[in-house]
């Protein structure tokens, strides 16, 4: 392997779809799609699996084709796949718990070494963060369907997909549009009418998560040390704008359902929902506290319903806390390596976004990291959690593209006219 990473050239933008890059968001998503008795005809089988089949295809070839080197940061998470191994050992005989471990060696693993091998430049990734905000869209699009020909709505969804679901992929299209406005690449009043369009509908979904993780990405953004002043005054009448629309013509459309949660939200009533992820949290740190090496896959549910049923128990049960869980599942060590490698990911990604302030992909891949980092610290699962694994990667891999940069902010050395001139203090001439 070598230190060599994707280049900054953009010498493929005309492009801006790949089908590896189609495949992969789809692999990432397809859980949006599997459900929905509408394509039940056209989707005989799991589509988490024929995606990545596919998906998996189409990289190899690529990769193979350019002969594109593997950067070094491919090792953060090889490393933190490779601690989990010994929880293999821990993991009762339960469905839940077998299919977990399977899964995660498996799909999840794809899902964080992808990238190492699909992204070889900038031009790439954003073929990459165009498909999934092409997904986004066409979920988005469907929610605002149900929204407009369904009365009586409780909470909004689109195809197969959770609120919550709903609510993280209705944000990919959000941020992208809010990254290429920052970055002046669309025109900011059509940007500014399609993200509030697109901010109605994840506030309409009332899901409390998304909503609270896009004000806190963004405010991240904003707080970010070094920021310059145009962009807070932008994201600042961004906010208040997308507010307004929102308050203006949100409630007339939103679901009873919603509205009511999200009401009940503001008054300090999490409802059902945030007293069972509170319980959850409190048995899972009691297990953590007594199981320094862990417990294995699955094994807040099969200490939960037990394992007397043997093979047959598929209950799903874990700490909702992606961070409390791999303490949980994998010990001490493997959530502290956890927690370290994302804390370096967000701050590299952070820090990237001020070397080139004028990049909308660096500056969607901070806000989408931290939007999916809070997301799945309140409601997370691990094989749930592949796009979290997948932005992971992505920033790693940013450490690698923009480092040969950094030379261009150093002074350049002068020659020795040039420090004769500084000497005397005098000025070129003209």
């Excluded at 806390?321 to 952070?350: D, H, K, P, Q, R």
């Amino acid at each position: 392997m070598t230190t060599a990473g994707p280049t900054i050239a953009r010498h493929d933008t005309q492009r801006a779809f790949g089908l590896a890059e189609l495949l992969f968001a789809l692999f990432l998503n397809a859980g949006a799609f599997k459900a929905d008795p509408r394509l039940s005809w056209v989707l005989p089988y799991d589509l988490t699996v024929v995606a990545a089949i596919l998906a998996c295809a189409a990289i190899l070839s690529k990769w193979i084709r350019l002969r594109a080197p593997i950067p070094t940061t491919v090792w953060w998470m090889v490393m933190l796949f490779a601690m989990f191994i010994p929880a293999l050992g821990l993991t009762e005989p339960t469905a839940y718990g077998i299919e977990k471990a399977q899964r995660f060696f498996t799909l999840t693993l794809f899902a964080a070494l992808g990238p190492f091998f699909l992204i070889d430049s900038v031009a790439a990734l954003r073929r990459l963060i165009n498909a999934l905000s092409l997904i986004g869209l066409i979920v988005a699009l469907d929610g605002a369907y149900h929204l407009i020909t369904q009365g009586g709505l409780l909470r909004l969804t689109g195809f197969s997909t959770t609120t919550i679901t709903f609510g993280r992929i209705v944000a990919l299209p959000f941020f992208w549009l809010l990254a290429l406005s920052l970055s002046r690449q669309v025109v900011a009043g059509a940007a500014w009418i399609v993200g509030s369009m697109l901010a109605i509908l994840l506030v309409a979904s009332g899901s409390k998560a998304p909503v609270a993780d896009t004000v806190l990405a963004i405010a991240a953004l904003f707080l970010w040390p070094g920021q310059d002043r145009r962009l807070k005054r932008v994201l600042i009448a961004s906010l208040c704008l997308a507010g307004f629309l929102i308050a203006w013509y949100g409630a007339d459309l939103m679901p009873t359902g919603s509205r009511l949660r999200l009401e009940n939200s503001f008054q300090g009533d999490f409802g059902a929902s945030g007293s069972v992820r509170l319980d959850l949290a409190k048995e899972s740190w009691s297990y953590i506290r007594e199981s320094p090496f862990g417990i294995g896959f699955g094994g807040l549910a099969a200490r939960s319903f037990g394992s007397a049923e043997g093979t047959d128990r598929r209950e799903r049960r874990f700490s909702h806390n992606i961070l409390m869980e791999s303490a949980l599942e994998g010990g001490w060590a493997t959530g502290f390596y956890f927690a370290l490698v994302l804390y370096i990911c967000i701050m590299s990604a952070g820090r990237q976004r001020m070397l080139v302030p004028n990049s909308p992909e660096l500056c969607f891949l901070f806000l989408y990291l931290v939007f999916q980092s809070l997301g799945d610290i309140v409601s997370g699962e691990l094989n749930d959690s592949k796009m979290l694994f997948t932005l992971m990667s992505i920033a790693l891999l940013s450490r690698t593209w923009y480092k040969p940069q950094l030379s261009r902010l150093q002074p350049r050395p002068q020659t020795a006219c040039a420090e004769a001139i500084h000497a005397d203090g005098c000025t070129c001439p003209r």
